[in-house]
């Protein structure tokens, strides 16, 4: 579900910074090859993506979700020259896509793909990260938070797609409809939790900023 109304979003894409050609190729592909190719993020929230990772000018980032690569190379744009993204993700049909489209890019040495289970992957992980995006199983977002909040920086950011969840989290929910009980759940962690301070943006499914403070 998007939140801003078609023309407005045509208005947006047609007034901020292009989408980059390798990112082009990589959209018109996976919209070619992969199932619910609307996962990807696509070029406005790629560019809002890329724009807060070179405000963050991160050295370490978590992406928990890899799909096609898409946000994984938007979130490289703002990494320091020695930094180095971590991205999960458990389907292995999408590795070599996903390799292919990094070894295309000039942060292929600052990416690394993990294949397998996150919350296993990520405690395995000695790093401290400034950045982390979490778009990945719905039902697992409140562990995914818990994994990793002892592992931010002090001042860093952790990015959480799909919040909105075309609206269903604003209304009472199936009880057999886990996807947005769980949403619902996280919602109100980021709002409560002491460590963080949250906004939310209505941008394609909506995405929530929390600053560890």
Known sequence: MEFIPEKIN??????????????QLLN?????????????????QGRVLSMISKIVQPKNILEIGTF???????????????????TIDHNEELF???????????????????????LDI??????RFDLVFIDADKE???????SIIDKMNRGGVILSDNVLWSGKVTEK????????????????????????ETIILPIRDG????RVK
């Open 10 to 23: 045509q208005y947006i894409n047609n007034h901020i910074e292009e989408e980059p050609e390798l990112l």
């Open 28 to 44: 018109k592909e996976t919209w070619q090859k992969a199932l619910m190719p609307r996962m990807l993020s696509g070029h406005f």
């Open 68 to 86: 096609t690569g898409y946000s994984a190379l938007c979130l490289a744009e703002g990494i320091q020259n020695n930094g180095l993204i971590h």
């Open 96 to 118: 070599d896509l996903q390799k292919k489209y990094f070894e295309l890019s000039k942060y292929k040495n600052s990416i690394k793909q993990h294949l397998g289970n996150a």
């Open 122 to 127: 990520i405690s395995s992980f000695d790093e």
């Open 140 to 146: 697992n977002y409140v562990n995914y938070f818990k």
């Open 173 to 196: 929910p199936n009880s057999k409809d886990i996807d947005t009980i769980s949403l619902i759940e996280y919602n109100k962690l980021l709002k409560l939790d002491p460590r963080i």
């Open 207 to 210: 995405l929530t900023i929390s």
